[in-house]
């Protein structure tokens, strides 16, 4: 199958878990009538993007509302991409993502490698280590389309995970994030355009609305970036779903008329998952 049509739902946060769920359902029966094969949830889509709601909402992965969109999935016949969660396990609070096909299976999860601590002078300071522990996934998943890569927010920033998700075979990289006002202006676009460039893959980032009253003020702006390094589209900061196609025959293309990843030096040097 060629084509995948993609919807990245950018939501304004709501304050409980409960709240964001109905919001949540009532934007995948959206999507799907927009033709969406597979949706995408922002990074911390069940509650306020601070410390101190990670450690209130913190969920193990039967959790109600996990289940409430799996149960959607499943109900619409629709790949969904549950952005992340704080999930509870061995003690530990981690920044994961869990992705559904369009049984209600969950068919992967993962949970952020990169955490995001920052401390920008007269910009933003966060610190996820006070709350998560980090993973050590390399995720990807298949469908339909073909093979999908999974990553959270920061690890975009790290181009060693995008190029083994590459070289695992992922056509496309979806990435529930939430940028803030600092760094959203100055890297969203530009990271999401590089990824695509670098490994010739589609990127999907799916950020939260912006919400001017939050403690963490998202950037919004979701996006669709193709492997030529184009932007395919782009939301402004509001709520809304942003839906794109991803022509896997044009993939096909770029790699055929600019073939590096068939010119990478692997006698000289090599990325290698441990």
């Known amino acids: 199958v060629c084509g995948m049509k993609v919807a990245l739902l950018q939501l304004k946060t709501l304050p409980t878990p409960e709240e964001n769920l109905?919001?949540?359902?009532q934007m995948l029966v959206q999507a799907k009538q927009e033709g969406a094969d597979l949706a995408v949830l922002p990074e911390m889509c069940?509650?306020?993007?601070?410390?101190?709601?990670?450690?209130?909402?913190?969920?193990p992965e039967n959790a109600p509302f996990l289940q409430g969109i799996a149960e959607m999935a499943g109900a619409l016949g629709l790949y969904v991409v549950a952005g992340s969660v704080p999930l509870a396990a061995d003690g530990r609070i981690y920044n994961a993502a869990f992705v559904y096909d369009n049984r209600g299976s969950c068919i992967a999860r993962h949970r952020k490698t990169h955490l995001f601590d920052i401390n920008v002078p007269g910009?933003?300071?966060?610190?996820?280590s006070d709350t998560f522990t980090a993973g050590r996934d390399v995720t990807t998943f298949d469908t339909p389309w073909g093979r999908m890569g999974l990553m959270i927010c920061y690890d975009?920033?790290?181009?060693?995970?995008?190029?083994l998700l590459a070289l695992e075979g992922a056509r496309a990289i979806l990435v529930p994030a939430a940028f803030n006002m600092t760094t959203g202006p100055a890297h969203w676009e530009m990271s999401f355009r590089m990824r695509a460039l670098d490994n010739q893959v589609f990127l999907a980032g799916c950020a939260p609305a912006r919400d001017l009253?939050?403690?963490?003020?998202?950037?919004?702006?979701?996006?669709?970036?193709?492997?030529?390094g184009s932007v395919v589209a782009e939301l402004d900061e509001n709520?809304?779903?942003?839906?794109?196609e991803l022509d896997f025959a044009r993939l096909e293309q770029v790699r055929a008329e600019l073939p590096l990843l068939k010119h990478r030096r692997t006698d000289c040097y090599d990325i290698i998952r441990k």
Request: proline share 6%; net charge negative.
């Open 213 to 228: 009253q939050s403690s963490y003020t998202a950037w919004g702006h979701s996006i669709v970036t193709d492997p030529w």
């Open 22 to 25: 109905e919001k949540i359902k």
């Open 239 to 244: 709520e809304g779903i942003l839906t794109a």
């Open 156 to 163: 975009i920033r790290f181009p060693e995970l995008s190029r």
């Open 123 to 128: 910009g933003q300071y966060f610190m996820e």
């Open 46 to 59: 069940c509650c306020p993007y601070e410390n101190s709601a990670f450690v209130r909402y913190a969920m």
